[in-house]
């Protein structure tokens, strides 16, 4: 005994060295069910969108972005702690209480990809008039958007960004044909749900429920189309490396520039945020702080932010409430419509 005593005061150094090594080590591999938000990037939208038309930009169209970290480790979270213009929310509220972060990635992977297909419609209206016949758009399936509390669809393996093309192996691609199919069963009884999570095909079997507000049988979750847009253009787009729908209107914005040759930037640099429809209305997103942050630094001229009712302006007042806190440079531009985007940029004048 006293000489393993002997030995670990001669030792103790070591001993201690040793003990905050394992301790260090096992902090930055255990990661905590939290997810880290923060300033993203602010980047020119033309390299990411090709119509096979060139067009000489003297500024440049800005989409922004919001910098996540999910599970991160202790040292992220007292970073993201100290530093105020970061946020920490819990893994469940950050992706609104989803079956698992892969099922949040793909509804946000589906978000991106209907933004491109909305911004294709959105621009191709705008040019060409709502009753052209350039567009072609086609449904591939039903998305799971999210579900409701009384669904058994959960609990039985379906998940939130699950595309369905088929029911008991009919094809169920279009809602039309999923109602159909439906219409023809009762609560109670068990249907298979086939399609494709990610990159990858699945299927299920889920008891169905009676849907309250109609009394008929159902999933129960809110579904959205899976739509595939052909243009006469050879468009192509470049935001696999993003997710979600709020590069919509800067994407829409960048295709009508190409298309028409003109260019809307006017020698600026113009940054933007906010979800696209096909008609052209523009729709609030999440994190405008962050966006409006990654343009500042980025030294964008003017910002375009999202102005909806029926939001209660949500996106603006946050907007005009971090430029004023941070004392950031950009000009805030309301946009409800691809049209008034369209309109603001039309009208200013060419920067020297």
């Known amino acids: 005994m006293a000489a ?71 040292f992220d979270l007292i970073y993201a702690r100290l530093n105020p213009r970061m946020d920490i929310k819990t893994q469940e509220s950050a992706t609104g209480g989803t079956v698992n972060l892969d099922a949040y990635r793909n509804l946000l992977y589906w978000m991106r990809d209907n933004s491109e297909a909305a ?112 243009v006469p253009d050879p468009v192509k787009f470049d935001f696999n490396d993003t997710g979600g729908p709020s590069a919509g209107l800067m994407m829409t914005l960048e295709i009508v520039a190409q298309l028409t040759g003109e260019d809307l930037s006017k020698g600026y640099q113009i940054a933007g945020t906010g979800t696209i429809a096909a008609d052209g209305k523009v729709g609030q997103i999440g994190g405008i702080q962050y966006k409006l942050m990654a343009a500042d630094r980025e030294k964008a001229d003017y910002f375009l932010v999202p102005y909806v009712e029926s939001g209660d302006y949500s996106n603006w007042k946050e907007a005009e409430e971090t430029v004023k806190k941070l004392e950031l440079k950009p000009k805030l531009v309301k946009v409800s419509s691809l049209q008034d985007a369209l309109d603001f940029l039309r009208g200013l004048e060419a920067k020297s």
């Not at 002997?6 to 905050?20: D, E, K, Q, S």
Request: cysteine-free; overall charge neutral.
């Open 119 to 230: 911004a294709l419609m959105a621009a191709y209206t705008a040019i060409y008039g709502k009753d052209n016949p350039v567009i072609k758009v086609e449904e591939q399936g039903v998305i799971v958007r999210a579900f409701l509390d009384d669904t058994k669809a959960r609990d039985h393996g379906l998940q939130e960004g699950d595309i369905i093309t088929s029911i008991d192996g009919q094809d169920a691609k279009t809602a039309e044909a999923f109602t159909k199919i439906l219409a023809d069963k009762k609560p109670g009884d068990v249907v298979k749900l086939a399609g494709t999570r990610g990159d990858k095909k699945f299927s299920v079997e889920v008891p169905l429920i009676e849907m309250e507000s109609t009394g008929a049988a159902g999933v129960g979750f809110y579904r959205d189309s899976v739509v595939k847009v052909t």
């Open 4 to 74: 393993w005593k002997h030995w670990i005061r001669r030792n103790w150094t070591a001993i201690a060295g040793a003990f905050v090594a394992v301790v260090f080590v096992v902090a930055y591999y255990w990661t905590w069910p939290y997810v880290i938000y923060g300033p993203g990037s602010a980047e020119p939208v033309h390299p990411r969108v090709q119509t096979g038309h060139e067009l000489n930009e003297k500024g440049a169209l800005l989409f922004t972005t919001v910098s996540t970290r999910s599970k991160p480790n202790v």
